[in-house]
Nanobody, 119 residues
Framework: QVQVEESGGGLVQAGGSLRLSCTAS????????MGWYRQAPGKQRELVAI???????DYADSVKGRFTILRDYGMNTVYLQMNSLKPEDTAVYYC?????????????WGQGTQVTVSS
């Protein structure tokens, strides 16, 4: 069983910054990718940023140049540094962890953390 714990959400004014953290623990042999997704009210969940085992990263076009995803391999932790926040960044942010444990494929989500950006 895998536990995914997020922290760092909150309320911030437009132009401000927040940093989200996500740690995976439990029965994990190897993590393939860790990523951040978000879901705004009435919208589908979308990818924000992802980092893979090889160190590759990818970002949604809407956050490129403003958000940075960082991985602490030793701690199975990923951070999302969010700068120059905009009201349209308001959403619940979810951490996703993909990996393997023995022959079992893992695909686990955190409970989500609210980010609210006021104008």
């Amino acid at each position: 069983q895998v536990q995914v714990e997020e922290s760092g959400g909150g309320l911030v004014q437009a132009g401000g910054s927040l940093r989200l953290s996500c740690t995976a623990s439990g029965s994990i042999s190897s993590i393939i990718a860790m990523g951040w997704y978000r879901q705004a009210p009435g919208k589908q969940r979308e990818l924000v940023a992802i980092t893979t085992r090889g160190g590759n990263t990818d970002y949604a076009d809407s956050v490129k140049g403003r958000f940075t995803i960082l991985r602490d391999y030793g701690m199975n932790t990923v951070y999302l540094q969010m700068n120059s926040l905009k009201p349209e960044d308001t959403a619940v942010y979810y951490c996703n962890v993909r990996g393997v444990y023995g022959r079992q494929n893992l695909d686990d989500w955190g409970q989500g953390t609210q980010v609210t950006v006021s104008s």
